[in-house]
């Protein structure tokens, strides 16, 4: 089995199992310093979600990957090894976007502020928010042009088109006004 990368992590159904990555491929080490892996835990079951860095003290997930205790891991290129490059920092607090609906997953979005700012280096770098509403379909890519298009992108297990895509463009004003109320 391949080892667990970040990139293709965020692309699992919200209970799918990190080996059912289908189509993927391993980038090069480091190449998405952005990426983040979040381990939390509900009534002692620990799970697994991706996210990004979108400030040094902000990460941006899916509303459904929220526990009673996240921690996020930045900085990682193979999660299975302990690499000088990973930062392992808790989550202060997780913000779900307040319209986020669990059955429907629709406004499946949220901000966790962590509780200490990630060191800046060429394995951990924030990505760039879009300024402007972003154009293209709901099949669009994760990220398009070093800017954060999509949070969560999952659909059938046979790889085809993906069925549900959280555009971050359209969530500016909530991202914004919770980072800085924070």
């Not at 290129?77 to 997780?94: D, G, L, M, S």
């Not at 992108?153 to 359209?170: C, L, N, W």
């Amino acid at each position: 089995m391949k080892p667990l990368l970040l990139l293709v992590a965020f692309l699992l159904t919200p209970r799918a199992k990190a080996g059912e990555i289908i189509g993927g491929h391993e980038a090069k080490p480091h190449s998405r310093p952005y990426m983040a892996y979040l381990q939390y835990w509900n009534q002692d079951v620990q799970s697994r979600c991706g996210g990004f860095l979108v400030r040094q003290d902000f990460v941006l997930t899916a509303a459904h990957c929220h526990g009673s205790s996240i921690n996020v891991t930045l900085g990682a290129h193979n999660i299975k090894q302990q690499e000088r490059t990973q930062q392992v920092i808790r989550v202060r607090t997780a913000i779900s976007h307040p319209d986020y609906n669990p059955k429907t997953f629709s406004n499946d979005i949220m901000l966790l502020k962590l509780e200490r700012e990630a060191k800046q280096t060429s394995a951990v770098k924030p990505l760039s928010l879009p300024r402007a509403k972003a154009r293209g379909d709901s099949g669009g890519p994760l990220v398009c042009d070093n800017v954060a298009q999509g949070i969560v992108s999952y659909g059938k297990r046979d790889g085809s088109t993906p069925r549900a895509f959280t555009k971050v463009s359209s969530f500016l004003p909530w991202i914004k006004k919770t980072m800085k109320s924070l």
